[in-house]
C-alpha cells in the first residue's frame, strides 16, 4: 500500500522557520522524483519545490529561491522541505508528491497535506 505521510506544519511567526518531512512507504522510494506542492485558501495548487530521484538536481518557484531547500535521504525514504524566512504568503496546506515515468508508464502519488501557517 503507497503511502506519504507529511508532518512538519504548524503556526509559524512571519520570518520563522518550519521543516517538513513526507515519509514514504509502498513503492521504491529512490526511482521517484520528489516534489512539494502547496495550495493556499482560494487558490490553485502550485509548484514550490522539486528534486530529481537521486537528489542531484532541484528546482524551485521562484517566489521560494532562497529560502526552501528541498533534500532527500534514500535511506530513510524521507523528504523534506526547510523553509526559512518565512512570510505570511507562504500560508498553504503543503503536500508531498511522488512521480516515475518509467517505459512509457507514470505513476503519481499524493500525501494528505500539512498545513503551514505564518501569522503574528
Known amino acids: 500500500q503507497v503511502q506519504l505521510m507529511e508532518s512538519g506544519g504548524g503556526l509559524v511567526q512571519p520570518g520563522g522557520s518550519l521543516r517538513l518531512s513526507c515519509a514514504a512507504s509502498?513503492?521504491?522510494?529512490?526511482?521517484?522524483?520528489m516534489t512539494w506542492y502547496r495550495q493556499a485558501p482560494g487558490k490553485e495548487r502550485e509548484l514550490v519545490a522539486t528534486?530529481?530521484?537521486?537528489?542531484?538536481?532541484?528546482n524551485y518557484a521562484d517566489s521560494v529561491k532562497g529560502r526552501f531547500t528541498i533534500s532527500r535521504d534514500n535511506a530513510k525514504n524521507t523528504v523534506y522541505l526547510q523553509m526559512n524566512m518565512l512570510k505570511p504568503e507562504d500560508t498553504a496546506m503543503y503536500y508531498c508528491?511522488?512521480?516515475?515515468?518509467?517505459?512509457?508508464?507514470?505513476?503519481?502519488?499524493w500525501g494528505q497535506g500539512t498545513l503551514v501557517t505564518v501569522s503574528s
Open positions: 509502498g513503492f521504491t522510494f529512490s526511482t521517484y522524483a
Open positions: 528534486i530529481s530521484s537521486t537528489g542531484g538536481r532541484t
Open positions: 508528491n511522488a512521480f516515475s515515468y518509467v517505459l512509457s508508464m507514470s505513476r503519481n502519488y
